[in-house]
C-alpha cells in the first residue's frame, strides 16, 4: 500500500485528494474481502482473485447505497492497484479489467451568465472567514485579482493557488500553470486581471516584507499561501454579499470562461487548450450549454424558423 501511496503521487502525479481517495477505497475492498472470505488478504488471493470477487465487491458497495460516481472511483481505485501489482510482478493477470464501471448521468457544467460574472468582477469582496485582524487593504485587492484570474484565464482553484510569482509574466500576459497529473500550459493573462495582480503585488510587497520571488502569488492574511479553501470562500462571501444565484463556486468561473468564450466564436481546439483537457470530449459539453443561444439564432435566421413565425404573428393578427 504505501509502494502504491508512493506511484499515485510520485509516478502518476495525481492530487492529494485523488490518492486518499483511492486509498479509501482500497481500505474498503478490503473490509469486504474480510467479510467475504473471513480472513485478511494474501498474496496468494491477490494473484488468483477473478472477476467474481470483484463484482461481489461491487454488489457489496451498492449494498452500502453509494453514489454512483463513488461506486465507479472505486472500480477504478482497484483496477489501478491491480495494473501497479502487474508492473510490481506481483502478479500477471488484472481481474479488473474485465469489469465495466457503473454508468454515470451526463452532467453538464454549471456556467454563471455573463451579468452576474460581471457583476462578481466589478464588486469589492470583504472575506469575513478570513478575518483575524482587522482586514488589510492588500487582501480586497488580492481578492480582485483571484477572481479576474478565475475568470480571465479558467484556472483550477488548486492551479491559481499552486501559482508562484515568478510563473505570471505580466509584459508578456501569460502564466505558467501546473496542471492535473503535472502537466505544464501557458495560459494567456488580460489587461484587467494584469492589472489587478500588478496592484495586489504593489500593496503586499510593503505590506508583507520582504517577499521572494520563488514564493506563492497569492497569501492568505497570515502570510501563508492562499488555500483552495480559502477561494472557496471568498466566493461564498461574495455571492451571498451580491445576491447571486447557488452554485457560485471557483469551478463555476472556469466554466463560464469556456462557456463566454464558445459564445464569443473561440473554437474547441483551442478551449481545450486553455482549459488544459485531456480529451476533446471533455471540452464539447460546452456545446451544450450554448444551445439556447444556437437555438435563438435559428428563430432569427433560418428561413423555415421565419416563416413559422410570420405564419404565428399573422394568425394572431387575424
Request: aromatic residues 6%; charged residues 25%.
Amino acid at each position: 500500500m504505501a509502494a502504491f501511496r508512493r506511484d499515485l503521487a510520485e509516478v502518476r502525479r495525481l492530487s492529494p485528494h485523488t490518492v486518499a481517495a483511492y486509498l479509501r477505497d482500497l481500505h474498503a475492498f478490503a473490509d469486504f474481502w474480510e467479510a467475504r472470505y473471513h480472513r485478511s488478504m494474501t498474496r496468494e488471493d491477490v494473484t488468483s482473485a477473478g472477476p467474481e470477487s470483484l463484482r461481489a465487491f461491487l454488489s457489496w458497495s451498492l449494498g452500502q447505497k453509494l453514489a454512483k460516481t463513488t461506486l465507479a472511483r472505486r472500480m477504478a481505485a482497484v483496477r489501478a492497484w491491480w495494473r501497479f501489482l502487474e508492473r510490481d510482478g506481483v502478479t500477471t493477470h488484472n481481474p479488473a479489467a474485465l469489469i465495466s464501471p457503473p454508468k454515470l448521468p451526463k452532467r453538464l457544467p454549471r456556467a454563471p451568465a455573463e451579468e452576474p460574472t460581471a457583476r462578481l468582477m466589478s464588486a469589492p469582496v470583504i472575506l469575513e472567514a478570513e478575518r483575524p485582524r482587522p482586514r488589510e487593504p492588500w487582501l480586497e485587492l488580492r481578492d480582485l485579482a483571484v477572481l479576474e484570474l478565475l475568470y480571465g484565464s479558467g484556472l483550477r482553484v488548486g492551479e491559481l493557488c499552486g501559482l508562484n510569482r515568478f510563473d505570471v509574466d505580466g509584459r508578456h500576459g501569460e502564466a505558467r500553470v501546473l496542471g492535473k497529473g503535472g502537466k505544464e500550459r501557458i495560459v494567456p493573462v488580460g489587461k484587467l486581471a494584469r492589472e489587478a495582480i500588478g496592484r495586489y503585488l504593489t500593496a503586499v510587497t510593503q505590506a508583507v516584507p520582504p517577499l521572494s520571488v520563488n514564493g506563492p502569488l497569492f497569501l492568505g492574511a497570515r502570510g501563508e499561501r492562499l488555500t483552495p479553501r480559502a477561494v472557496q470562500r471568498l466566493l461564498e462571501a461574495a455571492r451571498l454579499r451580491l445576491g447571486l444565484p447557488e452554485g457560485t463556486t471557483p469551478h463555476a468561473l472556469r466554466h463560464a470562461f469556456a462557456t463566454h468564450l464558445l459564445q464569443a466564436g473561440a473554437g474547441l481546439r483551442e478551449i481545450q487548450e486553455l482549459l488544459g483537457h485531456a480529451s476533446l470530449s471533455t471540452t464539447q459539453r460546452y456545446t451544450h450549454l450554448d444551445f439556447a443561444r444556437l437555438a435563438q439564432i435559428y428563430d432569427q435566421a433560418h428561413p423555415r424558423a421565419l416563416r413559422k413565425r410570420e405564419d404565428e404573428d399573422s394568425s394572431q393578427g387575424s
